[in-house]
């Protein structure tokens, strides 16, 4: 059967397709480069590129395999190792990021909007698991703060677009912006400082707010504090924790609290230890916004306290450690097994018989097996046996997305132990 002719109005529109299509730099990526993205994944490292054509920083290109093939569109950053995140499979006609990356946040607030609940404060966007590499944005209760992690997200336009789009899909008093001085050097991108970057109309800038998780209220403070202000990924595994947790209760690298004032309801007696003389006084000042029985802040060294208490035989009825990450690089991460071992040596240890053990790794280089291994031999050397009532990961409001491991990061295990 003989296929029909376009009409010269549709070979027209084609033609102006494909111009559409050609009008975005091009650059050609090595055979397993394409295999990359075709598994799934959204990075191509520097190594696998064979060509950038005249591709400028943080522009969005269109990428090619060896044989020509169109595989999609991507971020193209000149200064970072992965030098290309991809956005979209599909090459669309006259496509602009900033028209994208509104299309993305709005998603993102969708997805949200859908799964998330109990609380006014989440990960909106959460970079490559929401299509949206390089944009990290939380939500704490009227407050909205951002970092822009590639280049490709830090031009004029896409910041205002960005900033337009959330402020018209959430309605914030204030958008604050967190910088990373380090990422920025690495991206080669010009220095910034933060600071607050959009205020409603007829407001006054705001940076700081109280917002509650899991009906446990917390003080945030944009000028202070870690990451963007406080451990989202973590709300859910807090809930979790509070169902199990009973009698006298440790909790290590409490930072600003927020598996101790979870505990608190529920456990006779509550200390939480962290290094960090600041993020114990703000802890200090959301269990005031609480109320309850009062906590015991101890501000020391966890792994020195740890020994101390183990030697001391002090008992535990629940124990809860939540380090920071031990294995930022794959080159640490023997050492960084080693350390977590020694911290669920010592907790083992002090926990009495029938108590709970939340034992947590935010080491994406520290798989969940090799977290369960160092787990296992950890209760082999107590002489303990350990069951595994839950394992679960970061909160829903920082998805995994399939073919991106880089995206699954956080591991927690809540256990009995005998």
């Known amino acids: 059967m003989t296929e029909p002719r376009p009409s010269k109005t549709a070979a027209a529109s084609n033609k102006d397709k494909n111009k559409a299509m050609v009008a975005l730099p091009q650059v050609r990526v090595t055979r397993r480069g394409a295999q990359r993205v075709q598994a799934g994944h959204v990075w191509i490292y520097r190594s696998d590129i064979q060509s950038t054509g005249d591709a400028p920083a943080a522009a969005l290109v269109s990428v090619v395999d060896e044989r020509s093939r169109v595989l999609g569109n991507a971020l193209y950053s000149s200064a970072s190792q992965i030098a290309l995140r991809m956005v979209t499979r599909a090459t669309p006609d006259g496509v602009s990021w900033t028209d994208l990356l509104r299309q993305r946040i709005a998603q993102a607030v969708d997805f949200r909007q859908r799964h998330v609940n109990n609380t006014d404060a989440y990960r909106v966007v959460f970079s490559e698991a929401d299509s949206a590499p390089g944009l990290i944005v939380d939500r704490y209760n009227d407050l909205l703060s951002f970092q822009v992690l590639t280049q490709a997200m830090d031009p004029e336009p896409v910041r205002e677009a960005m900033i337009a789009e959330l402020a018209e899909r959430l309605d914030p008093v204030s958008i604050l912006e967190r910088v990373e001085p380090r990422i920025r050097t690495l991206e080669e991108l010009p220095e910034r400082s933060d600071g607050v970057a959009y205020t409603r109309a007829g407001s006054e800038p705001k940076t700081s707010t109280i917002f509650t998780m899991n009906g ?40 600003q609290g927020g598996f101790a004032l979870h505990l608190n309801p529920v456990c006779e ?75 669920n040596l010592r907790a083992l240890k002090m926990l009495k018989p029938g108590g709970i053990l939340v034992t947590c790794s935010c080491s994406f280089h520290v798989s969940e097996s090799e977290f369960l291994e160092m787990l296992s031999s950890a209760a082999a050397d107590a002489h303990r046996r350990v069951r595994i009532l839950e394992k679960r990961t970061q909160s829903i409001d920082h998805p995994i997305l399939l073919g991106v491991p880089e995206t699954y990061y956080l591991k927690c295990v809540i256990c009995e132990v005998g």
Request: glycine letters at 6%; charged letters at 30%; hydrophobic letters at 45%.
């Open 216 to 255: 446990v209220r917390f003080h945030y403070d944009a000028e202070a504090g870690q990451k963007t202000g406080a451990f989202l990924d973590q709300r859910e595994n807090y809930a979790a924790a509070a169902r199990y947790a009973h009698g006298r209760a440790l909790d290590v690298f409490t930072y």
């Open 269 to 343: 007696q509550v200390a939480a230890v962290d290094a960090s003389r600041p993020a114990l006084e703000v802890a200090d000042r959301n269990a005031a916004l609480n109320g309850g029985r009062e906590i015991e802040w101890v501000e020391a060294n966890a792994f020195d306290l740890l020994r101390d208490y183990s030697d001391a035989a002090s008992r535990y009825d629940t124990i809860v450690l939540d380090p920071p990450a031990f294995a930022k690089t794959k080159r640490v991460l023997e050492g960084a097994v080693r350390g977590y071992k020694e911290l």
